[in-house]
T-cell receptor, first 117, second 113 residues
């Protein structure tokens, strides 16, 4: 079974609109972290936001917020007031924490976001 | 503070050859992870090194190996290259194995012909 599911392969959004990128995850661990990364066409992975499984508040970083619904195993990324520079691939990822430390990141397939003027 | 650097940025190799990729983490970071990105399989975890020891490994054949030096720089090696090894190889560094945040380098794009 896929651990990270992103159901939107591609999205077109008008500039200045808010965007929600969907992500659901699957884990039996109690301790884990959820991440969103942005990958422009240049290829570099840019860290956007992090949510820990024990965090009760939704994470926010500037225009990015993570809508964390633990019971539904959902970690959607919300981008407010989208900009042309937001056009990129967006990946949701999870890190599970075992007794020996964190495991490697497990990524979803990504969502290709295109912001239109 | 300098970011994660990877060399070379682009590489073309022939089937059957071997290749070594290099990653220098952010200064002070001791954990280095490697990922492979292909259009078909997406982003997959290869392995993680901390204090010169491999502490985690993904589901890749033994042709993929790595090491870490005392200055935390890491190399990964792929022997007997196959066409399917063509990919973007990304390196990520973090302070230690408990720190959640990983900072990625620009990647090395490997093409196998």
């Amino acid at each position: 079974a896929q651990k990270i599911t992103q159901t939107q392969p591609g999205m077109f959004v008008q500039e200045k609109e808010a965007v929600t990128l969907d992500c659901t995850y699957d884990t039996s661990d109690q301790s884990y972290g959820l991440f969103w990364y942005k990958q422009p066409s240049s290829g570099e992975m840019i860290f956007l936001i992090y949510q820990g499984s024990y965090d009760e508040q939704n994470a926010t970083e500037g225009r990015y917020s993570l809508n964390f619904q633990k019971a539904r195993k959902s970690a959607n990324l919300v981008i407010s007031a989208s900009q042309l520079g937001d056009s990129a691939m967006y990946f949701c990822a999870m890190r599970e924490y075992s007794g020996g430390g964190a495991d490697g990141l497990t990524f979803g397939k990504g969502t290709h976001l295109i912001i239109q003027p | 503070k300098a970011g994660v650097t990877q060399t070379p940025r682009y590489l073309i190799k022939t089937r059957g050859q071997q290749v070594t990729l290099s990653c220098s983490p952010i200064s002070g970071h001791r954990s280095v992870s490697w990922y492979q990105q292909t259009p078909g399989q997406g982003l997959q975890f290869l392995f993680e090194y901390f204090s010169e020891t491999q502490r985690n490994k993904g589901n890749f054949p033994g042709r993929f190996s790595g090491r870490q030096f005392s200055n935390s720089r890491s190399e990964m090696n792929v022997s007997t290259l196959e066409l399917g090894d063509s990919a973007l190889y990304l390196c990520a560094s973090s302070l230690d194995t408990q720190t959640y945040e990983q900072y990625f380098g620009p990647g090395t794009r490997l093409t196998v012909t």
